[in-house]
């Protein structure tokens, strides 16, 4: 035992006593936050928004686990699949972080074996991104995802989709904003048409996605320099990405000599025109434009894509909005469930993601900028009393009012000065105070106190519950 006390002990001594400790460094971990409790109240009033069009459209909520084995994930998100975190082997199972929330989707689809359901998830994911934490990007962020999975008649369905998406950045008030859609089938039809060999396809897209922050030119000397693109070809794309409007383009579009001729694009096409037409019965094209160059870099859509970005007027001489970034995004999926059933049966879905980081920084600039106070609790009133002694009083009052289901502090003194009790409901918001003192004791009432006038009221104590949630149901 001495022995191995000694080897101990000369470890010690090697890796250095406590002086090393005042080195430990206190921050979050590269791409992650902490959240205070101002930042938390902004959040959860924008997932209430969220919540509440996710239920007015009626879906169910489901959870899935944090991490998934990492089979599931492989495979499924092109040339993003190098973001994906990797858990160190715990057990036998190579895990890894979940990417996004559609992949547990439907994983957990083809493993229940459902074919028809409409539900939202609201839940963490990850990816080793090299975060910008100004413009919202994480390497630990929230999607909100809605679903609707099952065979239903074309176009409904993601008419809806598109419909919340309109409904959500209205309700948030976050400024302008455009919702652009394309469709996967008519970008395929597209490339095929402009002589695009097929194994290039998912690579060409994923450079004709990035043409919202980077001008063609540069796009087109991607393609044709590092992505091996003809430059004919290159020139063909060209001419089309750069197209967008509203249904006289697709009208446009399926007269077109060349596209007209390929079977995906006429489908797509088709289909694009019964989208505008459900959107036109829902009141939001002023909103919608079909835009061409929308690729959405992910690998598992088949079908219609869209994307929500914020506009910002620069300056008023400037006939173009300029485009903030992305706050949301979806499409249809009809392969990826088939590709976890061992039968291979496909469950058609749609889906919309809400960019929840990006809305949040918008939302925390802008209470930033106004000064407006945030409340952190949501205390209806405060037990307080003017004179000394009256602590158990003020307790068994408190005690009444939690058990009525009324949010109420006490502040945790026997002898509290009233002003600092005041002061305490003025710097937090509390907007009543209820004070016990002798005389109100022995009139059985309690005095309540309304913090932004100042007036002051004696209500009987058996009413006092009733007058609190009267008070505070505005």
């Given at each position: 035992?001495?022995?191995?006390?000694?080897?101990?002990?000369?470890?010690?001594?090697?890796?250095?006593?406590?002086?090393?400790?005042?080195?430990?460094?206190?921050?979050?971990?590269?791409?992650?936050?902490?959240?205070?409790?101002?930042?938390?109240?902004i959040r959860e009033r924008v997932f209430n928004a969220i919540i509440n069009c996710f239920k007015r459209h009626g879906a169910e909520v489901i959870d899935t686990p944090v991490f998934e084995l990492k089979e599931t994930l492989t495979g499924k998100y092109g040339e993003d699949s190098k973001l994906i975190y990797d858990l160190k082997d715990q057990g036998g199972?190579?895990?890894?972080?979940?990417?996004?929330?559609?992949?547990?989707?439907?994983?957990?689809?083809?493993?229940?074996?459902?074919?028809?359901?409409?539900?939202?998830?609201?839940?963490?994911?990850?990816?080793?991104?090299?975060?910008?934490?100004?413009?919202?990007?994480?390497?630990?962020?929230?999607?909100?995802?809605?679903?609707?999975?099952?065979?239903?008649?074309?176009?409904?369905?993601?008419?809806?989709?598109?419909?919340?998406?309109?409904e959500i950045l209205s309700d948030l008030q976050l400024g302008d904003f455009l919702i652009k859609v394309n469709d996967r089938r008519i970008l395929d039809g597209m490339f095929a048409v402009c002589g695009v060999p097929d194994s290039k396809f998912r690579t060409i897209c994923s450079s004709v996605d990035k043409l919202d922050k980077m001008p063609w030119e540069e796009v087109r000397s991607e393609m044709v320099g590092e992505k091996g693109l003809s430059p004919e070809a290159a020139d063909r794309i060209g001419e089309y990405v750069q197209l967008h409007g509203g249904l006289d383009l697709i009208e446009q579009l399926l007269q077109d000599p060349k596209l007209s001729q390929n079977k995906l694009a006429k489908e797509g096409l088709g289909d694009m025109k019964l989208l505008f037409e459900y959107l036109t019965l829902f009141g939001i094209t002023g909103k919608i434009s079909f835009d061409l160059s929308l690729a959405r870099g992910l690998d598992y859509y088949t079908g219609v894509i869209f994307e929500a970005v914020l506009l910002q007027q620069e300056n008023d001489h400037v006939e173009e909005p300029v485009s903030v970034g992305s706050v949301a995004g979806g499409g249809r999926y009809d392969g990826l469930v088939g590709m976890f059933d061992p039968?291979?049966?496909?469950?058609?879905?749609?889906?919309?993601?809400?960019?929840?980081?990006?809305?949040?920084?918008?939302?925390?600039?802008?209470?930033?900028?106004?000064?407006?106070?945030?409340?952190?609790?949501?205390?209806?009133?405060?037990?307080?009393?003017?004179q000394k002694k009256l602590l158990e009083e003020r307790l068994r009052l408190i005690s009444e009012l939690w058990d009525a289901g009324i949010k109420a502090?006490?502040?945790?003194?026997?002898?509290?000065?009233?002003?600092?009790?005041?002061?305490?409901?003025?710097?937090?918001?509390?907007?009543?105070?209820?004070?016990?003192?002798?005389?109100?004791?022995?009139?059985?009432?309690?005095?309540?106190?309304?913090?932004?006038t100042r007036e002051e009221v004696n209500i009987r104590r058996e009413s006092l519950i009733e007058e609190i949630r009267m008070r505070t149901s505005q």
């Open positions: 035992i001495a022995k191995e006390v000694a080897k101990l002990l000369e470890m010690k001594a090697q890796l250095g006593g406590d002086e090393g400790k005042h080195k430990f460094v206190l921050k979050t971990p590269k791409g992650t936050r902490d959240y205070s409790p101002k930042q938390m109240a199972e190579l895990l890894s972080l979940r990417y996004d929330l559609t992949v547990p989707f439907a994983r957990y689809l083809a493993m229940n074996k459902i074919t028809n359901i409409k539900r939202y998830h609201i839940a963490k994911v990850y990816r080793r991104d090299n975060p910008a934490t100004t413009r919202g990007r994480y390497r630990e962020f929230y999607q909100c995802d809605f679903d609707i999975a099952g065979q239903f008649d074309p176009m409904i369905p993601d008419a809806e989709c598109l419909k919340i998406v309109h039968k291979g049966r496909k469950v058609p879905c749609v889906g919309v993601s809400i960019g929840i980081e990006r809305i949040f920084s918008i939302l925390e600039q802008r209470v930033e900028a106004s000064e407006e106070k945030i409340r952190t609790t949501e205390t209806q009133v405060l037990v307080a009393s003017a502090e006490i502040l945790y003194k026997k002898n509290p000065k009233l002003l600092n009790q005041l002061q305490y409901c003025e710097d937090t918001g509390i907007p009543l105070v209820a004070i016990v003192g002798e005389q109100e004791l022995k009139d059985g009432v309690v005095k309540l106190r309304v913090v932004a």
